[in-house]
């Protein structure tokens, strides 16, 4: 499963140009574009997820989008608690498990991002507890180590195998990796036993570089 999050990037001619340049891979990549432009991504084909999602299904929160209206737009997946949304817009926990609920109420997809710093568990542990507290329905895991996001850093391939076993010695969840991921690393990577795939961010909003990825993830 490959993710692509564009996060806050593109304009509406990039992303007619990228949904072109990316037409015959569709059926390898789920796209995560700027909620302005799921219907393009929509319209044209593509497995879309939002970036997020507010826990209301309707009502006066101005600037949200709802599950709901998401799943009527188009919109499979969701991703949920991304590092950026908990440092940059203070969610925590208990508003990431209201938002997974939520959001598989309304029949969406959930790719729930959790991360750490370092080697010890404790801190990924609560996070995936606490976002999963009565949560009986399957979700993603994204593991993206803090400090691997948007850097170029990333760990050492033993460090992720064992993130990987160690999430799922907690669920029964597929798990993805995510953090400064391109067509140079990517070989190493896939070679990463029980994962699933990847959450591709920066490198996610260059098509050439998105088809260089998908080209050497399916040798």
């Known amino acids: 499963m490959i993710f692509l999050n564009h996060k806050m990037n593109l304009t509406l001619d990039e992303v007619n140009n990228y ?10 990549i789920i796209v995560l574009p700027t909620a302005l432009y799921a219907k393009e991504f929509i319209n044209s ?12 299904e309707k009502g006066m929160y101005t600037g949200e989008i709802s599950p709901y209206q998401a799943f009527q737009l188009g ?29 598989l109420k309304n029949k969406l997809k959930v790719v729930l991002c959790v991360g750490d710093n370092d080697d010890n568990n404790d801190f990924l542990t609560r996070q995936i507890k606490e976002c ?14 803090i400090y691997a996001i948007g850097t170029g850093i990333i760990p050492k391939i033993e460090d992720i195998q064992n993130k990987v076993n160690y ?12 953090g400064s991921i391109n067509a140079h690393n990517i070989d190493e990577l896939k070679t990463i ?26 040798k």
């Open 19 to 28: 949904i072109e340049a990316l037409k015959n891979y569709k059926e390898k």
């Open 75 to 103: 919109a499979s997946y969701v991703l949920i608690g991304h590092y950026e949304r908990r440092s940059i817009f203070g969610e925590n926990n208990e508003m990431v498990n209201k938002k997974i609920k939520s959001a």
């Open 45 to 56: 084909g593509y497995k879309v997820g939002l970036q997020n999602i507010y826990y209301e």
């Open 193 to 218: 036993k029980n994962l699933d795939g990847f959450l591709i961010g920066k490198a996610s909003i260059d098509a050439q570089e998105v088809i260089k990825i998908l080209e050497v993830a399916s």
């Open 132 to 145: 999963l507290k009565d949560v009986q329905e399957s979700v993603i895991i994204a593991y993206e180590p």
């Open 167 to 178: 999430i799922k010695s907690l669920t029964n969840s597929k798990v993805l990796y995510g």
